[in-house]
T-cell receptor, first 110, second 116 residues
Framework: KNEVEQSPQNLTAQEGEFITINCSYS?????LHWLQQHPGGGIVSLFM???GKKKHGRLIATINIQEKHSSLHITASHPRDSAVYIC????????????FGKGTLLTVNP | NAGVTQTPKFQVLKTGQSMTLQCAQD?????MSWYRQDPGMGLRLIHY???????DQGEVPNGYNVSRSTTEDFPLRLLSAAPSQTSVYFC???????????????FGNGTRLTVT
């Protein structure tokens, strides 16, 4: 079973700050997902990546396959970015099962 | 295009009662899955399906049944509810991309279930 660790568990930032959330996993994967969940809300897929880097607006996701590590960056953070960010990995081969981290609660204060 | 639709949004059951959580998607996704989300724990996979007529167990399948008679629908059945099944349940679907089986996940809005 792939173990997925996220850090930090909780993060408080001031509006405008650069945010980094980390995800480490223990076994080789075929893909890694970053998800966003607003309080009391549904879950939205932000990124799916298997190598390199992806950017969408102020969000950037990177992955280092050799180090089994991914980061989610938020530039110029805003209070509306306050949410739980969840990392999930799909192990290699024909394994359709996802393993999720426990999430990082981000609070951005105005 | 409704995406992934889950019903009901809220449900209260008594121990021993049965119920079905509904999940439907209109995106022609092959892959559908059910997760439960509990405080302090990550999302955990209950059951999943890679196509009509095909289902398999996830990490926490006990107490739950599923079936996949059509591509669109993937209901989750609780045969005899227990307090330990109090949780928030999410359904998710995606395409199964050829080769890597990777595709963004689309989640329903969740069902908050309380078993007393």
């Amino acid at each position: 079973k792939n173990e997925v660790e996220q850090s930090p568990q909780n993060l408080t930032a001031q509006e405008g700050e650069f945010i980094t959330i980390n995800c480490s996993y223990s076994v080789g994967i075929s893909a890694l997902h970053w998800l966003q969940q607003h309080p009391g809300g549904g879950i939205v897929s932000l990124f799916m990546l298997s190598s390199g880097k992806k950017k969408h607006g102020r969000l950037i996701a990177t992955i280092n396959i050799q180090e089994k590590h991914s980061s989610l960056h938020i530039t110029a953070s805003h209070p509306r970015d306050s949410a739980v960010y969840i990392c999930a990995v799909r192990s290699g081969g024909s394994n359709y099962k996802l393993t999720f981290g426990k999430g990082t609660l981000l609070t951005v204060n105005p | 295009n409704a995406g992934v639709t889950q019903t009901p949004k809220f449900q209260v059951l008594k121990t021993g009662q049965s119920m079905t959580l509904q999940c439907a998607q209109d995106m022609n996704h092959e892959y559908m899955s059910w997760y439960r989300q509990d405080p302090g724990m990550g999302l955990r996979l209950i059951h999943y399906s890679v196509g009509a007529g095909i289902t398999d167990q996830g990490e926490v399948p006990n107490g739950y049944n599923v079936s996949r008679s059509t591509t669109e629908d993937f209901p989750l059945r609780l045969l005899s509810a227990a307090p330990s099944q109090t949780s928030v349940y999410f359904c998710a679907s995606s395409f199964l991309s050829s080769g890597t089986h990777n595709s963004p996940l689309h989640f329903g809005n969740g069902t908050r279930l309380t078993v007393t």
